[in-house]
């Protein structure tokens, strides 16, 4: 569609667009992000369609009905969902829960829309955007991942976590109280108000283990705990589990790790 009004997010507008130009019956797939959750519910019932949001499966289709996936209870709960399909429907998938496929092309033609959506009018008006703060690195794509949270104690010591990271070819990431206290930036950040991630490997070293953190790890890693509070409810979900102050034991991590590397490379 290539309209002016639209050079702007605008989920009413957009809304009002698709309305014009969704055919009856069609699977609409949103993002579940801010845009995605101001978008998706007002355009399923203008469509007279099935809504889910926060889908992070699909299991099966069974005819008309489609097997989901999808978080509840700020994530606590993961619920299975039968959703009838015959008049549509409208989802929002959890960024990150689907894993891209790759070396494929998508089938179908791009078609110009733009005559049947015609002139698009809304209240909203846009104001400004602020820029999200960037970072270097994308811990949704990393195989090894050295999570810290409250237990690290100051910003000074994130460097303790950086060293081990280096060290595993891993990357730094974290959970909401670190962001919270300015000391990684929010990309760092795991869990539902976070992303979503799906390492071979989760090291939680001083996270608590609140459900809202562990909602964003996905793909059955093996996780491994290092907290000195051995009643955390990180260690019921961990593969292994030490009681220890993080510290202290990072740092000799670290440098268990160098030596073993060192006699590899000999």
């Excluded at 280096?166 to 000391?183: I, M, N, Q, Y």
């Excluded at 909602?215 to 491994?224: E, R």
């Excluded at 991590?253 to 590397?261: G, H, Y």
């Amino acid at each position: 569609i290539s309209n002016y009004a639209l050079a702007y997010p605008n989920a009413e507008l957009i809304r009002r667009a698709l309305l014009k130009i969704v055919p009856a019956g069609a699977l609409t797939l949103v993002a579940h992000d801010h845009f995605g959750i101001d978008l998706a519910p007002g355009l399923s019932i203008k469509l007279n369609a099935a809504f889910v949001s926060d889908v992070t499966a699909i299991d099966a289709l069974d005819g008309q009905t489609l097997k989901l996936v999808r978080q509840e209870f700020g994530g606590v709960v993961s619920a299975h969902v039968n959703c009838d399909i015959s008049s549509g429907a409208v989802m929002t998938l959890r960024p990150g829960a689907f894993k891209a496929a790759e070396n494929l092309s998508a089938p179908g033609t791009v078609l110009d829309k733009s005559a049947e959506v015609g002139a698009l009018s809304s209240g909203r008006r846009y104001l400004e955007t602020i820029v999200a703060e960037t970072s270097d690195v994308d811990i949704t794509k990393h195989a090894v991942l050295v999570s810290v949270g409250r237990g690290i104690q100051e910003k000074d010591n994130i460097g303790v976590a950086e060293e081990l990271a280096e060290a595993l070819g891993a990357a730094v990431s974290c959970s909401r109280p670190v962001v919270d206290a300015k000391w990684l930036q929010k990309s760092r950040q795991v869990g539902s108000s976070g992303k979503t991630v799906k390492p071979k490997v989760y090291l939680a070293c001083g996270i608590s283990g609140a459900f809202q953190h562990l909602a964003g790890i996905k793909g059955n890693p093996f996780i491994i705990a290092i907290n000195k509070n051995s009643k955390a409810p990180i260690f019921q979900v961990a593969d292994v589990g030490l009681v220890d102050d993080i510290l202290e034991f990072l740092p000799e991590l670290t440098n268990k790790v160098q030596e073993l590397r060192g006699v590899a490379a000999k």
